[in-house]
């Protein structure tokens, strides 16, 4: 009988849960919808934020116009990155393949041109950590790029600076070595000077889902398993050989 009790409190409490996610979705979405009417961009950008923090998965819809929202208040690089993750997820079935296409030709120029740029010479940081013999990124858009799990990956082998061109997406354990947890928001060595109080992609997937990967949350140093169209932050890796032959 205790047990029975025990999995009907359960029960209810994961349907509280769910139900309360989905409200607040819904709220949120209503919010959304008016701003879209009212061609509130900026306000549409700030509303999707809050809806990726529910569990509910957001509709094709909303993914393309996110994209077109920060095209239209003057961020192409970010929509570029965004309509790349639209076209990945959805393909050529996606209902609106054809415009983010045509978005996406629009959007490359400026992306080509942005990038690179915040990876000048001044901010092309890299720190080496002692400890693990690995080499990191830390220039200015650790804190300000975030992309999709099979984006993060692609991103990371085509980086080039520091006059290296070894880059690669760090797997969990590589990120949780620059975890300190004797600190909070960010959780990080003090050896970093640029970091987001937010996730972190890892080259692992997640094993009970080939939909999800790991990456840790460094405003804590917690670790949570996310959908791999999704965006994250990036921070890229590199095995110093010199160190590692010592």
Not at 163 to 170: E, F, G, H, K, V
Request: charged share 25%; with cysteine; glycine share 2%.
């Amino acid at each position: 009988m205790k047990n029975l009790l025990l999995t009907l409190n359960l029960l209810f409490l994961f349907n509280s849960y769910v139900f309360s996610d989905e409200i607040q979705f819904d709220t949120l979405k209503t919010q959304y919808e008016a701003q879209k009417q009212k061609k509130d961009y900026r306000g549409m950008i700030l509303t999707m934020m809050k809806l990726r923090q529910t569990s509910v998965e957001l509709p094709e819809s909303m993914l393309y116009d996110e994209a077109e929202a920060y095209y239209k208040t003057d961020q192409s690089a970010y929509a570029y990155i965004l309509l790349n993750q639209y076209i990945e997820k959805f393909g050529k079935d996606g209902k609106y393949y054809s415009e983010a296409l045509v978005l996406l030709k629009q959007t490359e120029i400026h992306y080509n041109k942005y990038m690179p740029k915040q990876i000048t010479a001044l901010q092309a940081r890299t720190v080496m950590d002692e400890e693990t013999g690995l080499m990191w990124q830390d220039d200015i858009s650790v804190k300000e790029v975030k992309m999709s799990w099979s984006g993060a990956k692609r991103y990371c082998t085509t980086l080039a600076i520091a006059s290296y061109d070894d880059w690669r997406l760090p797997d969990y354990d590589e990120l949780l070595s620059i975890v300190d947890y004797s600190r909070t928001k960010p959780a990080i060595k003090n050896i970093f000077i640029n970091t987001a109080f937010s996730g972190y992609w890892s080259s692992n997937s997640d094993a009970s889902s080939s939909a999800k990967a790991w990456y840790v949350l460094f405003s804590s140093g917690s670790t949570y398993s996310y959908r791999k169209f999704d965006l994250n932050y990036v921070r890229c890796v590199r095995s110093n050989n010199a160190w590692s032959r010592r």
